[in-house]
């Protein structure tokens, strides 16, 4: 597995695009940097991290025979991988909100962009994204939901040894994947999603507020919700928010 590190980029995962069109990537090829300057996140939104205190990196998989339709359990594969880790450096209250947030009690510590590129009704090749907060310790006033892992717990991460974590149990989690154990990758997503079976105030994209519960992701990666009539409706990534 190759690693590069920068000292600065734009985003990781552009960066990583870019090469990935001009040579041959061995699978699992990590891009690193110190300083992401335009890091992005879900629905464009933007991912600000401090130089020097946190990880910020992307990684390429390629795979011969994942199916669009089954694209869910690669989101779960690479969120669960984050949370394996963060669980055993004893974050508090860590769980994942759909699709891949990583969180410690209500406050985000992890954030995942993953983009694919296609070849007919395959995943050809992922560029993972994934911006962790280790070590930083003041965040911008606008976030008042963020977190880091030195905040919750009080230690000091080592950057490269986390770096190494994740990627071992990144692997680890894609070889599940590519075994087709989806079955399995599933059960443990549930079993550490944020808000699943409490009772919870949502938002719709028509900002219509409801009392739902979560109870599974769709077939599509959608989040099932059941409502107080008893009917399960399923909602996309920019059709729903907590309240």
Partial sequence: MKT???SATDSTNSFLKDLAQNSTLENFTTVVTQNQTKGRGQQQNKWVSEPHKNLTFSVFISFKDLKVVQKKYLNFAISLSIYTVL?????PKPS???PNDILS???KICGILIENTFSGDRIKNSFVGIGLNVNQEIFPEHLK?????KLETGLESNLDLLLSNILEEIQKNIKCLTSQKFKLLEEKYLDVLYKKNIPTMFKNSKDEIFMGMISGISDFGKLQVLLEDDIIQEFGLKEISFL
């Fill in 96 to 98: 994942i909100k759909w």
């Fill in 145 to 149: 939901n963020a977190t880091s892992l």
């Fill in 4 to 6: 590069i590190k920068l």
């Fill in 105 to 107: 009690a209500n406050k």
């Fill in 87 to 91: 669980l055993a450096k004893n974050l």
